[in-house]
């Protein structure tokens, strides 16, 4: 494995692979490709609507994905790894205060300008490291994912994973999800349910910007 403690972005994806190759039956819905995210707009560094994690978070993700598949779920992720550049189109965003278009989608009850202070967005994403994942659970048997409270990327309380304002199911879906990824070696965070890191990350101290491109793995 290679080692890197930079202090700019690293463009060397040689670290890492496609989702779907470790785990062929996963649903993508990568937001950050679409303009179906708070933002808009397709985000900068997203060139292809595919997954992509460090080896050993894809392993990981792998035996999270045959654990689920026992209770009859599979797993439906909406991003992996994110560039830099992505998190810098965030941050450009966040200064212009007249673009509030997906306000009422995405975060109807905080204003645009506290959403970095309160942890919804950072200026320095785990995602860019390669070993995190925003994820949730699909029903085999209804063909839908499971009523998790709140939808991804939904910035609120009601979106921290141990918010008790939602039904007993929803609180129930949660800690299954919760449950399956810490098992398998990942860690969360407090104020969205739907995301989780590696805790044993490969390059902990390392930010990528290499587009999320499966040419550009393969090259």
Same mark, same amino acid.
């Given at each position: 494995?290679?080692?890197?403690?930079?202090?700019?972005?690293?463009?060397?994806?040689?670290?890492?692979?496609?989702?779907?190759?470790?785990?062929?039956?996963?649903?993508?819905?990568?937001?950050?490709?679409? @303009?179906?995210?708070?933002? /808009?707009?397709?985000?900068?560094?997203?060139?292809?609507?595919? !997954?992509?994690? @460090?080896?050993?978070?894809?392993? &990981?993700?792998?035996?999270?994905?045959?654990? !689920? &598949?026992?209770?009859?779920?599979?797993?439906?992720?909406?991003?992996?790894?994110?560039? !830099?550049?992505?998190?810098?189109?965030?941050?450009?965003? /966040?200064?212009?205060?007249?673009?509030?278009?997906?306000?009422?989608?995405?975060?109807? $009850?905080?204003?645009?300008?506290?959403?970095?202070?309160?942890?919804? *967005?950072?200026?320095?994403?785990?995602?860019?490291?390669?070993?995190?994942?925003?994820? @949730?659970?699909?029903?085999?048997?209804? /063909?839908?994912?499971? =009523?998790?409270?709140?939808?991804?990327?939904?910035?609120? =309380?009601?979106?921290?994973?141990?918010?008790? =304002? *939602?039904?007993?199911?929803?609180?129930?879906?949660?800690?299954?999800?919760?449950?399956?990824?810490?098992?398998?070696?990942?860690?969360? *965070? =407090?104020?969205? #349910? #739907?995301?989780?890191?590696?805790?044993?990350?490969?390059?902990? $101290?390392?930010?990528?910007?290499?587009?999320?491109?499966?040419?550009?793995?393969?090259?």
């Amino acid at each position: 494995m290679a080692s890197y403690h930079m202090r700019d972005p690293v463009m060397d994806p040689s670290g890492f692979v496609l989702l779907s190759d470790h785990v062929p039956g996963i649903i993508q819905e990568i937001r950050y490709f679409s @303009t179906y995210n708070f933002v /808009g707009d397709r985000i900068d560094g997203y060139e292809e609507p595919c !997954a992509v994690l @460090t080896r050993e978070a894809a392993r &990981a993700v792998k035996e999270v994905a045959n654990n !689920a &598949a026992v209770m009859g779920y599979r797993l439906k992720v909406f991003d992996t790894y994110r560039p !830099a550049c992505a998190v810098r189109h965030f941050v450009r965003w /966040g200064i212009e205060d007249l673009d509030l278009r997906m306000k009422p989608f995405f975060y109807p $009850d905080i204003e645009k300008q506290d959403l970095f202070k309160l942890g919804y *967005i950072a200026s320095r994403s785990s995602h860019s490291r390669g070993s995190t994942i925003d994820l @949730t659970l699909f029903d085999m048997t209804t /063909g839908r994912e499971l =009523d998790m409270g709140s939808p991804f990327d939904y910035f609120s =309380d009601m979106s921290h994973p141990d918010c008790r =304002d *939602i039904t007993d199911e929803q609180y129930e879906n949660r800690m299954r999800l919760r449950e399956l990824m810490l098992s398998n070696g990942f860690k969360p *965070i =407090d104020c969205e #349910w #739907w995301h989780f890191t590696l805790a044993d990350e490969p390059y902990p $101290d390392t930010y990528f910007d290499f587009p999320v491109s499966s040419a550009y793995l393969r090259r």
